[in-house]
């Protein structure tokens, strides 16, 4: 039985603990650092997602079979070439590959060069240049930290006077740290989410996504990393996904081969249904979070093989997807995605996982005298399946409610534009 060690701390992470934890092949799973629910189903090490050198150590020493790497900040350290180098078996691309998603401008530059449909950019790192462009233009617009922002690098103002403060945010009080802008035209229509287990030229697609990116019911609020997301989507047709796939995500894996940084992981296509057909809003080089939690659910095949074929460069596996519908209900901290408390207690999880059809993903969680405490932004995720969205919105929104605890919020309105 395999050994594998799954680097990162999330629901993404737990939702990979959790399919791994589904396969015929594996033994035994670490997860460094975990958290409260992923110890249920993992041995959680105490070593951050950065700790590269004390990761690689850990491998070695325990002679684990395959690392998976969850987190863009890991991968963003120089993971999976570390543990490359030391003749480790590792799911995720390299630094070089990972620069589609740590920067911004490297992104556009390369879909602009090779003919990748996204919206027209300009990049800045002066702040008066960036909001010259900007008031010559007109609003709404995007404005996009270059490197990583934890979900919260993108700004979409609707007047100027929030464009000016996001600017100052990102350029002269260096929020996010010391980077460049890249401001985008704004596009319009339906988003969802296609993941593609990549090796080099090889480009097998996941089932679809969408994700709900603002704070508060009705689209409103701040943008998060995620608020909840449901899967498939059933207002992208198969035109759009084969279109998709040929004009995106296949171009994208050859251009990164091209460039020099072939791409061997997970390559997250942000994408937007435009009047003028499918665009690119962003690109990832890892599992989507959300989505992560609604998509895996849905497999049918032997996670451990796709991630094997990955990291060993052998052909695919046959990828098979289930036909239950999830969807996935976000449950954060009260005032995330600005401040928040954290040590609140949550109970009632038991009660909310007495139906077959629920699976509660730890998003932000800690284990305090024998309590999940919460320890993050985003706390949980709450999955329902069922054989239509509607069934599954009730059989989530009906274990969201048993969840109790004093500080959490969660969107009633999940997957509200196809219900």
């Given at each position: 039985?395999?050994?594998?060690?799954?680097?990162?701390?999330?629901?993404?992470?737990h939702?990979?603990?959790?399919?791994?934890?589904?396969?015929a092949?594996?033994?035994?799973?670490?997860?460094?650092?975990?958290?409260?629910?992923?110890?249920?189903?993992?041995?959680?090490?105490?070593?951050?997602?950065?700790?590269?050198?004390?990761?690689?150590?850990?491998?070695?020493?325990?002679?684990?079979?395959l690392t998976?790497?969850?987190p863009?900040?890991?991968?963003?350290?120089?993971?999976?070439?570390?543990f490359?180098?030391?003749?480790?078996?590792?799911?995720g691309?390299?630094?070089?590959a990972?620069a589609?998603e740590?920067?911004?401008?490297?992104?556009?530059?390369?879909?602009?060069?090779?003919?990748?449909?996204?919206?027209?950019?300009e990049?800045?790192?002066?702040?008066?240049?960036?909001?010259?462009?900007?008031?010559?233009?007109?609003?709404?617009?995007?404005?996009?930290?270059?490197?990583?922002?934890?979900g919260?690098?993108?700004?979409?103002?609707?007047?100027?006077?929030?464009?000016?403060?996001?600017?100052?945010?990102?350029?002269?009080?260096?929020?996010?740290?010391?980077?460049k802008?890249?401001?985008?035209?704004?596009?319009?229509?339906?988003?969802?989410?296609?993941?593609?287990?990549?090796?080099g030229?090889?480009?097998?697609?996941?089932?679809?996504s969408?994700?709900?990116?603002?704070?508060?019911?009705?689209?409103?609020?701040?943008?998060?990393?995620?608020?909840g997301?449901?899967?498939?989507?059933p207002?992208?047709?198969?035109?759009?996904?084969?279109?998709?796939?040929?004009?995106?995500?296949?171009?994208?894996?050859?251009?990164?081969?091209?460039?020099?940084?072939?791409?061997k992981?997970?390559?997250y296509?942000?994408?937007?249904?435009?009047?003028?057909?499918?665009?690119?809003?962003e690109?990832?080089?890892?599992?989507g979070?959300?989505?992560?939690?609604?998509?895996?659910?849905?497999?049918e095949?032997?996670?451990?093989?796709?991630?094997?074929?990955?990291?060993?460069?052998?052909?695919?596996?046959?990828?098979?997807?289930?036909?239950?519908?999830?969807?996935g209900?976000?449950?954060?901290?009260?005032?995330?995605?600005?401040?928040?408390?954290?040590?609140?207690?949550?109970?009632?999880?038991?009660?909310?996982l007495?139906?077959?059809?629920v699976?509660?993903y730890?998003?932000?969680?800690?284990?305090?005298?024998?309590?999940?405490?919460?320890s993050?932004?985003?706390?949980?995720?709450?999955?329902?399946?069922?054989k239509?969205?509607?069934?599954?919105?009730?059989?989530?929104?009906?274990?969201?409610?048993?969840?109790?605890?004093?500080?959490?919020?969660?969107?009633?309105?999940?997957?509200?534009?196809?219900?």
């Open positions: 039985m395999k050994k594998v060690l799954v680097i990162g701390g999330g629901g993404r992470e939702a990979i603990v959790d399919a791994l934890s589904r396969s092949k594996v033994g035994k799973i670490w997860c460094a650092p975990g958290n409260a629910g992923i110890a249920a189903q993992a041995e959680c090490v105490p070593l951050k997602e950065t700790q590269v050198e004390e990761l690689k150590a850990f491998a070695l020493e325990n002679g684990v079979d998976v790497v969850g863009e900040v890991a991968l963003a350290a120089g993971v999976a070439d570390a490359a180098e030391a003749g480790l078996r590792i799911f691309p390299s630094k070089d990972a589609i740590s920067s911004k401008d490297f992104a556009k530059r390369l879909m602009a060069k090779y003919g990748i449909p996204t919206a027209s950019f990049t800045f790192d002066d702040y008066e240049k960036a909001l010259g462009h900007v008031r010559s233009g007109s609003l709404p617009v995007v404005l996009k930290y270059d490197g990583l922002a934890a919260k690098g993108v700004v979409i103002p609707e007047t100027m006077e929030e464009a000016e403060e996001a600017l100052k945010d990102m350029l002269l009080d260096d929020k996010f740290g010391k980077g802008v890249v401001v985008e035209e704004f596009l319009t229509g339906p988003e969802f989410s296609f993941m593609c287990f990549v090796d030229a090889s480009v097998t697609p996941m089932a679809l969408q994700d709900h990116k603002r704070a508060y019911e009705g689209d409103k609020g701040p943008n998060t990393g995620g608020m997301a449901y899967s498939p989507v207002i992208i047709t198969q035109e759009d996904i084969d279109y998709s796939l040929e004009h995106v995500m296949i171009p994208a894996a050859a251009a990164m081969i091209a460039e020099g940084r072939p791409f992981g997970v390559l296509g942000g994408l937007m249904k435009t009047p003028s057909g499918v665009k690119v809003i690109f990832n080089c890892r599992f979070d959300p989505e992560t939690e609604v998509v895996l659910p849905r497999l095949s032997d996670i451990y093989d796709i991630f094997s074929a990955v990291a060993d460069g052998t052909p695919m596996p046959e990828v098979k997807w289930s036909e239950e519908v999830t969807m209900f976000v449950m954060a901290s009260k005032g995330y995605p600005g401040s928040y408390d954290k040590g609140y207690v949550i109970e009632g999880l038991a009660d909310a007495a139906d077959p059809s699976r509660i730890h998003m932000g969680t800690s284990a305090k005298d024998g309590n999940a405490v919460t993050g932004g985003r706390v949980l995720m709450v999955v329902g399946s069922g239509t969205l509607a069934r599954a919105h009730d059989i989530a929104l009906a274990a969201v409610e048993k969840v109790k605890c004093g500080n959490l919020f969660y969107r009633r309105d999940i997957g509200w534009r196809v219900l």
